[in-house]
């Protein structure tokens, strides 16, 4: 069975302060994983994926996640928080199937 | 590449009329679309999952005489929400995947969701 836990349901950082987002996972298989961003009222957007090809991997806008299998981890981080980066995140893990299993989110506030 | 689009944006309906949401493919055929209904501060939660010319498959507790669901065509699903009430006043987003080689590591691409209000 597959479920993710997104460990903090609320991040609150300063501007120019990193940011680090907790996932962890369950799998039953070598899972496919994921991070969307969600704007007010807006769908989800791919930040980035992991492809099995890599374990620390690249997103857009300076984001990137590193795959630790030993720790069923798939944390988001960037090294520096913008205010434009306020959003919901959520952590996506599937199958590889038609089966995606979402987080239950985390609101990320950047404070000026 | 890989954009979904999702119209209307916004709809104010009343209660007992019907609404229909689309859901459209640009620029690649999607044989499968899902539909999703998020509630406030909460996360995704799958209604349905839409087939191309085929009836589409409903997760436990979605009415489906309720949430009408149609994929006539490779790019187009439909969700129609009949007889609306209040209750069923929500944000609906859905979703498809790009078919390729190798479906495992395909990301579900969102449309901008549909904020349905019912007066």
């Known amino acids: 069975a597959q479920s993710v836990t997104q460990l903090d349901s609320h991040v609150s950082v300063s501007e120019g302060t990193p940011v680090l987002l907790r996932c962890n996972y369950s799998s039953s298989y070598s899972p496919s994983l994921f991070w969307y961003v969600q704007h007010p009222n807006k769908g989800l957007q791919l930040l980035l994926k992991?492809?099995?090809?890599?374990?620390l991997v690249k997103g857009i806008n300076g984001f990137e996640a590193e795959f630790k299998k030993s720790e069923t981890s798939f944390h988001l981080t960037k090294p520096s928080a913008h205010m434009s980066d306020a959003a919901e995140y959520f952590c996506v893990v599937s199958d590889g199937g038609n089966q995606f299993y979402f987080g239950t989110g985390t609101s990320l506030t950047v404070i000026p | 590449g890989a954009v979904v689009s999702q119209h209307p944006s916004r709809v104010i309906c009343k209660s007992g009329t019907s609404v229909k949401i689309e859901c459209r493919s640009l620029d690649f055929q999607a044989t499968t679309m899902f539909w999703y209904r998020q509630f406030p501060k909460q996360s995704l939660m799958l209604m349905a999952t839409s087939n191309e010319g085929s009836k589409a498959t409903y997760e436990q507790g979605v009415e489906k005489d309720k949430f009408l669901i149609n994929h006539a065509s490779l790019t187009l699903s439909t969700l129609t929400v009949t007889s609306a009430h209040p209750e069923d006043s929500s944000f609906y987003i859905c979703s498809a995947r790009v078919p390729r080689q190798g479906w495992t590591n395909s990301p579900l691409h969102f449309g901008n969701g549909t904020r349905l209000t019912v007066t």
């Open positions: 992991y492809t099995s090809a890599a374990t």
